[in-house]
């Protein structure tokens, strides 16, 4: 493959890194699809990586890299076998489709991505696992980054991921799309993982960037795919519904420098109008079904009440707080009472709202998270507890893995 002409100037490890961030879902999903075995499938991935990093400093970036890794990957796959002397005539033909580039057979799901979504969330695995390894073979998060977002040790995480890939093993299950009747044992996680990728992206856990689009696209084109397969399944929709609207605040929530900006500075003519169009429209088919808003479409008509809000003062808090209140009944967490009392304060004022915190605080229900010490440190400033706040914005900084999201911490702290 020949490489692009300036691509021996570029760093080839940030080059792969930013190449696996685009296209490692889907290198492993073909590689899956062509396997058979989610496990395998993330090792050979994983081994052309390895060999990118050696070859591309001497060679040069190819013009498409993705696929370089696929192809690589395929020809070890082809060596394994080989070398595990398991040359049957399933294995022959299943080589033979991988050095040719053949049509691939019918499937009622007809997205790689998709279908790899549904094999990491297969029953056969408990939901925590099904989550730990789909965000990490299809968002391709570090188990850092996983951990962060579930609230978990990374050990755990760790312990989750090579369980999972061990139990898919034993029970033989292959890289296929369920049969439709065999979705809804499945929904469930598969849309946990879709939004916890998409979510990600839209607050990244860690790293130098505020937002990763790549993992937000790529959540929400999943989720349009599935509301297009499940057309009566209203949380399908109200996943969809929340996704178009947080993203259109992309183009708002960074600076050019990539710094942060917060939703009350926001210039909300920069807001895309035909992604909240799109948003309100997949709300309303949400409730059209006579079922009820579920969780994701709670949360969406809440995203709905910013969206259309002309500024955050303007905002109708009182109506968030009931939307709140009704989520935390059918999907308590801490996460949602602490957003909560972030509506309640607000509405009503900070007073109210500390109490909820201090309540979260007391309960060790979000230990670790700066999210508990950020929203308690605004809530004291604005009660004229200055120093109590400052000490609880640095925490959270301290606690804080992103650097954009340290920044703005340490920021507020110095301006009390």
């Known amino acids: 493959m020949t490489p692009a002409p300036s691509s021996r100037r570029a760093d080839p490890r940030r080059t792969v890194d930013a190449v696996w961030r685009i296209e490692g879902a889907r290198v492993i999903a073909t590689l899956a699809r062509m396997t058979g075995d989610v496990g395998f499938a993330e090792e050979l991935a994983q081994e052309a990586v390895v060999e990118a990093l050696q070859s591309w400093p001497q060679?040069?970036?190819?013009?498409?890299?993705?696929?370089?890794?696929?192809?690589?990957?395929?020809?070890?796959?082809?060596?394994?076998?080989?070398?595990?002397?398991?040359?049957?005539?399933?294995?022959?033909?299943?080589?033979?489709?991988?050095?040719?580039?053949?049509?691939?057979?019918?499937?009622?799901?007809?997205?790689?991505?998709?279908?790899?979504?549904?094999?990491?969330?297969?029953?056969?695995?408990?939901?925590?696992?099904?989550?730990?390894?789909?965000?990490?073979?299809?968002?391709?998060?570090?188990?850092?980054?996983?951990?962060?977002?579930?609230?978990?040790?990374?050990?755990?995480?760790?312990?989750?991921?090579?369980?999972?890939?061990?139990?898919?093993?034993?029970?033989?299950?292959?890289?296929?799309?369920?049969?439709?009747?065999?979705?809804?044992?499945?929904?469930?996680?598969?849309?946990?993982?879709?939004?916890?990728?998409?979510?990600?992206?839209?607050?990244?856990?860690s790293g130098d960037r505020w937002i990763r689009p790549d993992l937000a696209n790529e959540a929400l084109r999943l989720g349009r795919v599935l509301a297009g397969l499940l057309p009566r399944e209203p949380e399908v929709h109200g996943l969809l519904a929340l996704m178009e609207f947080q993203a259109s605040r992309f183009a708002a929530r960074v600076r050019p420098d990539g710094t942060p900006v917060l939703l009350a500075d926001q210039d909300r003519t920069r807001w895309d109008r035909a992604q909240i169009a799109r948003g309100r429209a997949a709300l309303r088919r949400a409730g059209s079904t006579g079922r009820g808003l579920g969780p994701y479409g709670l949360q969406a008509a809440i995203a709905e009440c910013h969206a259309v809000a002309p500024s955050v003062a303007e905002t109708d808090w009182r109506r968030i707080v009931l939307l709140y209140e009704a989520l935390g009944r059918i999907a308590p967490s801490p996460v949602v009472e602490l957003n909560r009392a972030v509506a309640v304060s607000m509405a009503v004022g900070p007073a109210e709202a500390l109490r909820i915190v201090d309540r979260l605080a007391g309960e060790q229900a979000l230990r670790g998270s700066h999210l508990l010490p950020s929203v308690r440190g605004e809530l004291l400033a604005r009660l004229g507890r200055v120093e109590e706040a400052r000490a609880e914005l640095l925490a959270a900084a301290e606690l804080a893995a992103n650097r954009r999201e340290r920044s703005v911490l340490l920021e507020k702290a110095a301006g009390l």
């Not at 188990?143 to 040790?153: G, Q, S």
């Not at 050990?155 to 034993?170: F, M």
Request: aromatic share 6%; proline share 5%.
């Open 59 to 205: 060679q040069g970036v190819p013009r498409n890299a993705g696929s370089w890794l696929t192809t690589v990957a395929k020809r070890r796959a082809i060596d394994a076998w080989r070398r595990r002397e398991r040359l049957d005539e399933r294995y022959r033909l299943l080589a033979r489709g991988l050095a040719e580039s053949g049509e691939d057979e019918w499937q009622p799901i007809d997205d790689d991505v998709l279908r790899l979504v549904f094999t990491a969330c297969h029953p056969v695995l408990s939901r925590p696992a099904q989550i730990a390894l789909t965000l990490r073979v299809v968002g391709g998060l570090t188990t850092a980054e996983i951990a962060r977002m579930l609230l978990v040790p990374v050990a755990t995480v760790q312990a989750r991921i090579t369980r999972a890939k061990k139990t898919l093993a034993a029970a033989r299950v292959r890289f296929e799309a369920p049969d439709p009747n065999e979705w809804g044992e499945r929904l469930g996680a598969v849309l946990s993982v879709v939004y916890l990728v998409f979510t990600e992206g839209y607050a990244a856990t």
